[in-house]
């Protein structure tokens, strides 16, 4: 009885047990409590890992619920299980926020013939979509009877629409990217284009492609793609007019070197960059804003005055001899349209005499001219964000010859960009800044050199004026925009000879010239002459009338107001006074 | 005794059990949700983008040119059409008067400042214009048709001040009220307008 009361302690006993009357032999008392014995103990150490455990939890628990003030939520907030799909490259835009180039999912569809019920059926439907394809290749390929065919490659989502629509089981579309550019041709060569991979090969697309690559925020152009389109359409027509090889236009902002507008013709469709034929590919895909190298002729003369009013070795009423040529070595310099008397700077800028120009720049002198035109950047390629940029073409040996052929425009080829970025420095009151394809932040302009003082810029400006109001660009005025600007016209070197018949004919205008806001240089590559400008393919024939039209329309959208060019404010602003009281004689 | 503690936790065993098993399923649901509207996000926000390129694509250049070619025929802006200064914009013929009468009665009552803004509110739109118009004269204020807000009310504001209409006293009155405030230009009839609102 004893060991059964004892068993009845037992807390190890289920807790309604009731122990059988002893009919099986007991154990012994000293046996039954060293057994009690472990039972207790190991029933102790359960409970109090159990006890552990438990408590831990708690503690947990509180701490989550009482004492962690909410960060465990914001924790299950930041987890997202999927992340948006990010393109492969950033958009580009131009600086009204159209888009330039951009990426989209472009499907491709495929085919698991083994699914196709009625490769017929399908074909035909097939065909009523996709117009293009080929009907029996289609065929051919739906009854091969592989698992997996491509039927073609990058659909547009209308078409991956129509395709969902029939409806037809076996077609499937992988999922791809692909750089679109809505434009088109428009800006072919300031966005450039991407291969196959999704890699930039050319223009911006190349110049920041690890940009592009790296960040999603879109690149802002300074570019305006009504501008663009408006210099674009203006060129095409000089071509097609006057039958021209290729035509280049730039507009810049010259008091910040925004690129506004940059078109080099024949382009290309950034779209489909392979379908060129190949003989001309590289002939369209050349930029000739950046890379062309030109021998820019008269226009020249605006560097070759402003270094000599700079130096001060010319004022403008100083005068120079345009009578008799001049010889040199094998060379003889003439006039074009000789004056056949002395002429004073102004003159010689307005009737763009080579006569006069050369004996300023001889007066300058060699060193004083080399330096002048490096100061304007003209002697190394222009700092731009572009792969493509040329150096410009100039004599190691800077000799007499050499002093007299530059000063009006020969014998020294830069690109386009050199001349525009240089004619703004020379408009804007003398600060040189570097030209910028990405838009600047409004109202902010790079940090610029001075290159020429203001007083030699205000100058320029009254000279530029002249030739657009008795020069050789009369038909560039552009009435209310007051435009100004200087032509020239030079025949293409080639193999060191100039060819009389392949002329390159440039115009570098600049609007309104009390207060130069914009400038404009067009260029265009062996231009014929036709009835309708008597035969003549120089700059005033070809590219200066463009040009008005172009300011014309730029204007407007650029935000320049008209004025009255008669007015006394305007008048007084760009008055030539040793010109004062003179009858000019036309050009 | 026991049993019933007993009851008691099973029943808060099952309870507890259901609870879970309920807000596990709600967080599941919610999961889900939110997934499909993420999804969702996403393939809209791939749509803007197609839509986005495809309205761009719709705006090129060439095409509105064209576009403008064959059904509006737009001309570019010329110098002519741009004016530095609003005085410079010819101003519009008048309309022929059309009084009715209790706009005129309106008008005439010729509150002052404080009160006028209140019967401003009070009265609608009919009241706002007669008292600058009585500032200004009849033909400036024509020249407020330019601006489409207020092209609505214009005729009868222009009507109460026609001299000879019906009640010839009314407008010399709050002429004579507003004489100080003569503008000089339509600038400062603007702020004038503004003011009075």
């Given at each position: 009885?004893q060991?059964?009361?004892r068993?009845?302690?037992?807390p190890?006993?289920?807790r309604?047990?009731?122990?059988p009357?002893?009919?099986a032999?007991?154990?012994?008392?000293?046996?039954?409590?060293?057994?009690?014995?472990?039972?207790?103990?190991?029933?102790l150490?359960?409970a109090a890992?159990?006890?552990?455990v438990?408590?831990?939890?708690?503690?947990?628990?509180?701490?989550?619920?009482?004492?962690?003030?909410?960060?465990?939520?914001?924790?299950?907030?930041?987890?997202?299980?999927?992340?948006?799909?990010?393109?492969v490259?950033?958009?580009?835009?131009?600086?009204?926020?159209?888009?330039?180039?951009?990426?989209?999912?472009?499907p491709?569809?495929?085919?698991?013939?083994?699914q196709?019920?009625?490769?017929?059926?399908?074909?035909?439907a097939l065909?009523?979509?996709?117009p293009?394809?080929?009907?029996a290749e289609?065929?051919a390929?739906l009854?091969?009877?592989?698992?997996?065919?491509?039927l073609?490659?990058?659909?547009?989502?209308?078409?991956?629409?129509?395709?969902?629509?029939?409806?037809?089981p076996?077609l499937?579309?992988?999922?791809?990217?692909?750089?679109v550019?809505?434009?088109?041709?428009?800006?072919a060569?300031?966005?450039?284009?991407?291969?196959?991979?999704?890699n930039?090969?050319?223009?911006?697309?190349?110049a920041?492609?690890?940009?592009?690559?790296?960040?999603?925020?879109p690149?802002e152009?300074?570019l305006?793609?009504r501008?663009?389109?408006?210099?674009?359409?203006?060129?095409?027509?000089?071509?097609t007019?006057?039958?021209?090889?290729g035509?280049?236009?730039?507009i810049m902002?010259?008091?910040t070197?925004?690129?506004?507008?940059?078109?080099?013709?024949?382009?290309?469709?950034?779209?489909?960059?392979?379908?060129m034929?190949p003989?001309?590919?590289k002939?369209?895909?050349?930029?000739?804003?950046?890379?062309?190298d030109?021998e820019?002729?008269?226009?020249?003369?605006?560097?070759?005055?402003a270094?000599?009013?700079?130096?001060?070795t010319?004022?403008m009423?100083?005068?120079?001899?345009?009578?008799?040529?001049?010889r040199i070595g094998?060379f003889?310099?003439?006039?074009?349209h000789?004056?056949?008397?002395?002429?004073?700077?102004?003159?010689?800028?307005?009737?763009?005499s080579?006569?006069?120009?050369?004996?300023?720049?001889?007066?300058?002198?060699?060193?004083?001219?080399r330096?002048?035109?490096?100061?304007?950047?003209l002697l190394?390629?222009?700092?731009?964000?572009?792969?493509?940029?040329?150096?410009?073409?100039?004599p190691s040996?800077?000799?007499?010859?050499?002093?007299?052929?530059?000063?009006y425009?020969?014998?020294i080829a830069?690109?386009?960009?050199?001349?525009?970025?240089a004619?703004s420095?020379?408009?804007?009151?003398?600060?040189?800044?570097?030209?910028?394809?990405?838009?600047?932040?409004?109202?902010?302009?790079?940090s610029?050199?001075r290159?020429?003082?203001?007083?030699?810029?205000?100058?320029?400006?009254?000279?530029?004026?002249?030739v657009v109001?008795y020069?050789?660009a009369?038909?560039?005025?552009?009435p209310?925009?007051v435009?100004?600007?200087?032509?020239?016209?030079?025949?293409?070197?080639?193999?060191?000879h100039?060819?009389?018949?392949?002329l390159?004919s440039d115009f570098?205008?600049?609007?309104p010239m009390?207060?130069?806001?914009?400038l404009?240089?067009?260029?265009?590559d062996?231009?014929?002459?036709?009835?309708e400008?008597?035969?003549?393919a120089?700059?005033?024939?070809?590219?200066?009338?463009?040009?008005?039209?172009v300011?014309?329309?730029?204007a407007?959208l650029?935000g320049?107001?008209p004025?009255?060019?008669?007015?006394p404010?305007?008048?007084?602003?760009l008055?030539?006074e040793s010109?004062?009281?003179?009858r000019?004689?036309?050009? | 005794?026991?049993?019933?503690?007993?009851?008691?936790?099973?029943?808060?065993?099952?309870s507890?059990?259901?609870?879970?098993?309920?807000?596990?399923?709600?967080v599941?649901?919610?999961?889900?949700?939110?997934?499909?509207v993420?999804?969702?996000?996403?393939?809209?926000?791939?749509?803007?983008?197609?839509?986005n390129?495809?309205w761009?694509?719709?705006?090129?250049p060439?095409?509105?040119a064209e576009?403008?070619r064959?059904f509006?025929?737009?001309?570019?802006?010329g110098?002519?059409?741009?004016?530095?200064?609003?005085?410079d914009?010819?101003?519009?013929?008048?309309?022929?008067p059309?009084?009715p009468?209790?706009?005129?009665?309106?008008?005439?009552?010729?509150?002052?400042?404080a009160?006028?803004?209140?019967a401003?509110?009070?009265?609608?739109?009919?009241?706002?214009?007669?008292?600058?118009a009585?500032?200004?004269?009849?033909?400036?204020?024509?020249?407020?048709?330019i601006?489409?807000?207020?092209?609505?009310e214009?005729?009868?504001?222009?009507?109460?001040?026609?001299p000879?209409?019906?009640?010839?006293?009314a407008?010399?009155?709050?002429?004579k009220?507003?004489?100080g405030l003569?503008?000089?230009?339509?600038?400062?009839?603007?702020?004038q307008?503004?003011?009075?609102?």
């Amino acid at each position: 009885m004893q060991s059964m009361q004892r068993l009845d302690e037992n807390p190890c006993r289920p807790r309604h047990f009731k122990p059988p009357p002893p009919c099986a032999p007991v154990v012994s008392d000293e046996r039954a409590a060293q057994l009690l014995e472990t039972c207790r103990t190991r029933l102790l150490a359960t409970a109090a890992l159990f006890a552990v455990v438990f408590i831990v939890v708690a503690l947990r628990l509180a701490e989550i619920v009482l004492l962690s003030g909410g960060s465990a939520e914001s924790h299950a907030g930041r987890i997202r299980p999927i992340a948006a799909p990010l393109p492969v490259r950033a958009d580009i835009l131009d600086r009204t926020g159209s888009l330039l180039a951009t990426t989209l999912d472009s499907p491709s569809l495929y085919a698991d013939p083994r699914q196709i019920l009625d490769a017929g059926e399908a074909t035909r439907a097939l065909s009523t979509v996709l117009p293009q394809l080929d009907a029996a290749e289609i065929q051919a390929k739906l009854t091969s009877g592989k698992s997996f065919v491509w039927l073609k490659r990058h659909l547009t989502p209308k078409q991956v629409y129509d395709v969902n629509r029939l409806g037809i089981p076996g077609l499937q579309f992988e999922h791809e990217e692909r750089r679109v550019y809505p434009f088109s041709d428009l800006a072919a060569h300031v966005v450039g284009y991407c291969g196959i991979d999704n890699n930039g090969l050319a223009g911006i697309e190349r110049a920041l492609d690890e940009r592009t690559k790296s960040s999603r925020q879109p690149i802002e152009l300074a570019l305006d793609a009504r501008v663009q389109f408006i210099l674009h359409e203006e060129l095409s027509r000089v071509i097609t007019d006057f039958s021209a090889k290729g035509a280049a236009g730039i507009i810049m902002d010259v008091r910040t070197g925004e690129i506004i507008a940059m078109v080099s013709l024949p382009d290309f469709d950034p779209n489909h960059p392979g379908a060129m034929n190949p003989a001309e590919a590289k002939e369209r895909i050349f930029n000739k804003i950046t890379l062309g190298d030109y021998e820019m002729g008269s226009a020249f003369k605006i560097f070759n005055t402003a270094m000599a009013l700079d130096g001060g070795t010319a004022t403008m009423t100083k005068t120079y001899d345009a009578v008799h040529d001049i010889r040199i070595g094998r060379f003889t310099i003439s006039d074009y349209h000789g004056k056949h008397r002395m002429l004073s700077v102004p003159e010689i800028f307005m009737y763009s005499s080579n006569l006069g120009s050369a004996r300023m720049a001889m007066e300058a002198g060699a060193e004083r001219q080399r330096a002048f035109l490096a100061r304007l950047g003209l002697l190394r390629p222009v700092p731009i964000e572009f792969d493509e940029v040329s150096k410009p073409h100039f004599p190691s040996l800077w000799r007499e010859v050499n002093v007299i052929t530059i000063a009006y425009g020969h014998g020294i080829a830069v690109t386009p960009l050199h001349v525009a970025t240089a004619v703004s420095a020379i408009v804007n009151g003398g600060i040189l800044r570097p030209p910028s394809i990405l838009k600047l932040p409004p109202g902010t302009a790079p940090s610029g050199e001075r290159v020429l003082t203001e007083k030699t810029s205000e100058q320029m400006r009254k000279l530029m004026r002249l030739v657009v109001e008795y020069g050789t660009a009369k038909l560039a005025a552009a009435p209310g925009y007051v435009v100004g600007g200087k032509t020239g016209t030079a025949e293409k070197n080639s193999g060191g000879h100039y060819q009389e018949k392949k002329l390159v004919s440039d115009f570098v205008a600049v609007f309104p010239m009390q207060d130069p806001r914009y400038l404009v240089l067009t260029l265009v590559d062996e231009p014929h002459g036709t009835k309708e400008s008597h035969g003549y393919a120089t700059a005033g024939w070809t590219v200066v009338p463009a040009t008005s039209r172009v300011i014309q329309r730029i204007a407007p959208l650029l935000g320049v107001q008209p004025v009255d060019e008669a007015s006394p404010a305007i008048t007084k602003a760009l008055a030539v006074e040793s010109l004062q009281g003179k009858r000019i004689e036309s050009y | 005794m026991i049993r019933l503690g007993a009851l008691f936790w099973l029943l808060l065993v099952v309870s507890a059990g259901f609870v879970t098993f309920k807000v596990k399923y709600a967080v599941q649901d919610i999961e889900d949700e939110l997934n499909r509207v993420r999804k969702q996000t996403i393939a809209e926000q791939q749509e803007i983008r197609v839509l986005n390129a495809e309205w761009t694509y719709l705006n090129q250049p060439e095409r509105l040119a064209e576009l403008n070619r064959r059904f509006l025929q737009l001309a570019p802006i010329g110098t002519k059409q741009l004016q530095q200064k609003a005085e410079d914009i010819p101003l519009r013929p008048l309309p022929p008067p059309i009084a009715p009468p209790d706009v005129l009665v309106a008008a005439t009552t010729d509150p002052p400042p404080a009160a006028q803004s209140a019967a401003a509110a009070s009265a609608g739109d009919e009241s706002l214009p007669a008292a600058p118009a009585a500032s200004s004269g009849a033909p400036a204020l024509a020249a407020l048709a330019i601006s489409p807000a207020s092209a609505s009310e214009l005729p009868v504001a222009a009507a109460t001040l026609k001299p000879g209409s019906a009640k010839p006293g009314a407008p010399v009155r709050l002429a004579k009220a507003t004489a100080g405030l003569q503008p000089r230009s339509l600038d400062e009839l603007f702020s004038q307008v503004a003011e009075t609102r």
